[in-house]
């Protein structure tokens, strides 16, 4: 029984198993980004959209799930709730600022992993797909130096944590995105299921 349960389980894992959905060089060439978004509460990189649609329908022929995809696609840099901590000492101008000064918008990123967030917000679960990328030194530096400007103007540098954000991109959700106000910190629960 074990054995035919053992069998049944791998039959059926195959099919993630086997493939693993392909990233177009176009999606992480920084001539193909728009500009910086810089929001009234967040700021990040504009990524190609088309990209991460393709992505999306690939995982959605692999898995099975139909995911929902955003109308836009950003690694953010500062998310909302991270604002909602820098706002008491910065304003947008000058995070803006710090962006131009490191470069952000040119960074050479690679693919690390394509990562499922599964979690419930009330009563209700959802999940969600991001692509991982590797960690950049250059994107470490930008928010070393942000928390150093934070620090500066008078914010509590315990408040804003470096090392709590990864760098992502949402590829697609079950009916809802994640956002940090959730509890759920999409850099750092989501589980890598396939790697680069």
Not at 18 to 28: H, V
Not at 79 to 100: N, Q, V, Y
Not at 112 to 120: D, F, N, S, Y
Not at 162 to 179: A, C, D, M
């Amino acid at each position: 029984m074990l054995r035919s349960l053992s069998l049944l389980f791998f039959l059926f894992s195959f099919p993630l198993l086997a493939k693993t959905p392909l990233i177009s060089g176009e999606l992480l060439d920084p001539k193909n980004r728009g500009d910086f978004l810089s929001h009234e509460e967040w700021a990040g990189i504009s990524f190609p959209i088309g990209e991460i649609v393709k992505i999306k329908k690939q995982l959605e022929d692999i898995t099975g799930e139909k995911l929902f995809a955003l109308s836009d696609s950003y690694l953010m840099v500062v998310t909302s709730e991270e604002w909602s901590i820098l706002k008491t000492a910065l304003k947008m101008s000058e995070i803006d600022k710090l962006i131009g000064e490191h470069k952000l918008n040119f960074l050479k990123l690679q693919p690390h992993c394509l990562a499922r967030l599964e979690g419930k917000v009330g009563e209700v679960s959802y999940s969600q797909w991001a692509l991982v990328l590797k960690e950049n030194q250059a994107l470490e530096d930008f928010r070393r130096d942000l928390r150093r400007l934070f620090r500066a103007r008078g914010g509590l540098g315990d408040e804003f944590q470096v090392s709590r954000w990864k760098p992502l991109l949402v590829v697609g959700f079950s009916s809802r995105e994640f956002f940090d106000q959730d509890g759920l910190i999409k850099s750092t629960q989501a589980k890598c299921i396939y790697k680069y």
